[in-house]
């Protein structure tokens, strides 16, 4: 990482868990919580972490209360970002099995000339464009990624996307429509997003195989940048 940038992340948790049937953040991966391991390894990618939750969460977890809506939470966890900060992430805290090193693949990207980096990995699967149960195309497979966090961005860039007070999956897109350079780094298979109650059960079974498992989040400053 060049020196000279203030990193910073936002580690986004503020979903209901409405798809996994619980608060998934909350749930334990190996003694750790889904969200405590990533805002752990965000830690020591950045110099600082602002942690977004529900409202009913934000007291008991030291948080920022989130909105309705992914982006109205990243805008809730932006207003909390220092204004001296150059380069901000933003990670989603159902994806604990993130390394340091995708953080560092994302931000290199962006102290280059990028104006937002994300990590990909190929797709696999046949994709079908549908409308009304029809196929309407099917993509080249090889023109497609699958998209990961966290996602870097110049922090100007990020706050001018979010002006508008848009809506979008990822914050890369915000980026897209104001005409910004989006490029991909190779993302992370273990990176896979919490979403199902498999995904946990898989998650903890990665976990004795990744240097990540290692992470020491009693002792969260030691590798700040």
């Known amino acids: 990482m060049v020196g000279a940038e203030q990193i910073w992340t936002i580690v986004v948790g503020g979903g209901s868990g409405r798809r996994f049937g619980a ?35 934000a007291d008991r ?14 805008r809730a966890g932006l207003a909390a970002v220092p204004p001296d900060a150059t380069v901000i992430c933003v990670h989603d805290a159902a994806r604990p099995l993130a390394s340091v090193e995708l953080y560092r693949r994302v931000i290199d990207a962006v102290s280059n000339g990028a104006d937002a980096a994300i990590p ?23 023109s497609l990624v699958a998209v990961q966090t966290p996602q870097a961005f110049r922090a100007a ?9 848009g809506d979008a999956t990822d914050d890369a897109a915000l980026v897209e ?49």
Request: aromatic share 2%.
């Open 23 to 57: 608060t998934k953040q909350y749930e334990l991966i190996g003694d750790v919580r889904v969200i405590d391991r990533s805002v752990a390894v965000a830690r020591q990618a950045s110099h600082g972490v602002v942690v977004v939750v529900p409202a009913e969460d």
């Open 61 to 74: 977890e030291g948080a920022i209360v989130g909105g309705a809506t992914r982006s109205e939470s990243v």
């Open 120 to 142: 990909g990995v190929a797709v696999s699967d046949t994709i079908k464009v549908v409308a009304d149960a029809v196929v309407v195309s099917t993509p080249d497979r090889a």
């Open 157 to 165: 860039v990020l706050r001018e996307a979010h002006e508008t007070g």
């Open 177 to 225: 429509e104001l005409g910004g350079m989006v490029v991909v780094v190779d993302g992370e298979i273990a990176n896979r997003k919490i979403t199902v109650p498999d995904d946990l059960v898989w998650a903890r079974r990665q976990l004795a195989d990744l240097d990540v498992a290692d992470l020491d989040v009693a002792d969260l400053d030691k590798e700040q940048p």
